[in-house]
């Protein structure tokens, strides 16, 4: 009776330990709504297909041009250009992302969140103010550093993060990402810009302001710097 009691532990263990490593792939999109009948609609798969490789060809992991400095000149004084699998085909299934961001002075990347992916941050230029707020389960704790040339910095996965130019000379950094299509969510544009919009009672109780600051900020025109 022993016996059995300590094989029926081990299969309870071993049991556990399957469920807790099993998971499904990672999304690479927004969404994936499954289809009962593929054939009656448009067939998107969780990334992109694949070519045959024996077509692949150096250009399919090539890009070029992230030298050049990128304009600047809008609301958020920031401009960033990712280099992701739309722009490197090879890219595709490989989990990475790269992207160069330009910063006016005093200009900020806004607060935004990566759904799908972790970011490592270097300054390749200047001066930036960067930090991430943690989770509500965390006491939203916010971790901030001032990165000069060459400091790097990390923000975990869908950790709300932001970075700020506080100098009056421009800043360049370049961040790689944990995802072919990482994603970005900037707070301010989804929550007052979002199509249709959130209803603004909602938002106001929400916020804890008066209605009317909250019809203003819906009604202003909120810049994407994502390229």
Known sequence: MKA?????????????SFIASASDPSPLQDFCVAVDEPH?????????????PKLAKAEDFFFSGLNVPRDTHNPVGSNVTQVNVDLIPGLNTLGITLARIDYAPYG??????????SEILVVAKG???VGFVSSNQDGNRLFTKVLKEGDVFVFPIGMIHFQFNPRHVPAVAFAGLSSQNA???????SVFGSDPAINPDLLAKAFQVDKNVIDKLQKQFWFGNDN
């Open 4 to 16: 059995v009691h300590i094989l029926l532990t081990l299969t309870a263990f071993a049991l556990a």
């Open 40 to 52: 009656k609609a448009s067939v998107f798969v969780n990334g992109k297909f694949c070519k045959d």
């Open 108 to 117: 900020q990347n806004p607060p935004h969140t990566h759904p799908r992916g």
């Open 127 to 129: 001066t930036l103010y």
């Open 183 to 189: 994603g970005t969510i900037t707070i301010a544009n």
